[in-house]
Structures are given as structure tokens and as C-alpha cells.
């Protein structure tokens, strides 16, 4: 089991930059893929980006690509989402999460995959 904690959302102004950072406790996390998410009022939960377990392979979905960019150092137990040219409609709460050892050690875009959740970090994009 792993216990994640993010960090550093707030509020940006269009086609600014924001870096949300991902804590992560106990002794799996250098063994799992790694996702954020992101959920905003009245939508589901959807997927953004994810790492490998080794911090090689990645994925995103198609609306961070090319604008976000996510990364993991193991040695500190913590996974980075770097978000560029960011837009009003990233307006959501952000949450990192780890994937279940039975997905593999490559990343998932769905939910069902990971079964250990952060709290979120707000994100706001004022236009």
C-alpha cells in the first residue's frame, strides 16, 4: 500500500505553468506506475498522465499532450506533473494515484487500475 500526498496547486492565469508534486510513503512505490487524474464539478474522474515504474515509459491523455509533462524520482518518493499552457477548462482537483501491481509496471489511462489515492491539490485557471 502506498500513501500519496500532493501538492502545489493554486491559481494561475491562463497560458501559465504550474508544478504539482506527489508524496508518496511506503515501500511499493518505486515498484508502481504512477497516474494523475483530475476531476472538476459535475464530471468524472479522468485520467492525465502516467509514468512507469522505472520512470521510462509514459502516457497522456490526449488533452496533456504537448502540454504537460509528467516524471518521477524514486529516490525521493515523489512524481511531478509539469503543466504548461494551461487553460481554463484544467480547472479540476487533482489526485495522484498508484497502480495496482497486477496492471504491470507500465502505465494505465483507467481508473480501475489504481487502488491507492491522494486527497488532490486544487488547480484553477482564471482566463
Known amino acids: 500500500q502506498v500513501q500519496l500526498v500532493e501538492s502545489g496547486g493554486g491559481l494561475v492565469q491562463a497560458g501559465g505553468s504550474l508544478r504539482v508534486s506527489c508524496a508518496a510513503s511506503?515501500?511499493?512505490?518505486?515498484?508502481?506506475?504512477m497516474g494523475w487524474f483530475r476531476q472538476s464539478p459535475g464530471k468524472e474522474r479522468e485520467f492525465v498522465a502516467g509514468?512507469?515504474?522505472?520512470?521510462?515509459?509514459?502516457l497522456y491523455a490526449d488533452s496533456a499532450k504537448g502540454r504537460f509533462t509528467i516524471s518521477r524520482d524514486n529516490a525521493k518518493n515523489t512524481v511531478y506533473l509539469q503543466m504548461n499552457r494551461l487553460k481554463p477548462e484544467d480547472t479540476a482537483l487533482y489526485s495522484c494515484?498508484?497502480?495496482?501491481?497486477?496492471?504491470?509496471?507500465?502505465?494505465?489511462?483507467?481508473?480501475?487500475?489504481?487502488?491507492?489515492w491522494g486527497q488532490g491539490t486544487q488547480v484553477t485557471v482564471s482566463s
Open positions: 509514468v512507469s515504474a522505472n520512470g521510462v515509459s509514459t
Open positions: 511506503g515501500r511499493t512505490f518505486s515498484m508502481s506506475a
Open positions: 494515484a498508484a497502480q495496482k501491481a497486477l496492471w504491470g509496471r507500465d502505465p494505465s489511462a483507467s481508473t480501475l487500475a489504481y487502488n491507492d
